[in-house]
């Protein structure tokens, strides 16, 4: 059976989890993408790693709302964040580096393999969340599978 996971529930994934989809629209066109994360209880923060013809970054800006997806096999459950993708401002730089490095995944810098790093740029996002809705899978006595 499916349920709604608790507020406390859906903040320990999003704590735990280090890397999730980034999902982006322009217009009826979508873009998904694995993005590493930190979370501060307040906004889910991305350190993007880009270059200047990046199909993602051209997304990042058409996107009005975005979602992000986090999900674990054992035991089954999923949050969905939606809201505003903004990037940080430089005043809030030291705060979105605080949660990419309490929780984020370890990404790969050079996730352009043909590109030269000096031919990269990165700066730190924030989703802001609008709505938040976890589930979990559970068995029929109850416990979560």
């Keep these: 059976m499916v349920v709604e996971m608790t ?3 859906v903040d320990a994934l999003l704590t735990e989890a280090g890397s999730g989809v980034l999902s982006l629209a322009d217009g009826a066109e979508t873009y998904a993408v694995p993005e590493s994360f930190g979370y501060d209880g307040d906004a ?53 580096s605080a949660a990419m490095a309490d929780n984020a995944e370890i990404p790969a810098l050079n996730v352009y393999p043909d590109t030269e790093a000096e031919d990269l740029s990165m700066a730190f996002y924030r989703l802001i969340p609008e709505t938040v809705s976890g589930r979990e899978l559970t068995r029929s006595d109850g416990e979560a599978d």
Excluded: C, I, N
């Design 7 to 9: 507020p406390s529930a």
């Design 44 to 96: 889910l923060y991305f350190q993007l790693v880009y270059h200047e013809t990046s199909r993602k970054m051209a997304f990042v800006r058409a996107t009005e709302v975005a979602t992000f997806t986090v999900y674990t096999d054992d035991p089954a459950e999923s949050v969905l964040v939606r809201g505003r993708l903004e990037r940080v401002p430089d005043a809030d730089r030291a705060a979105a």
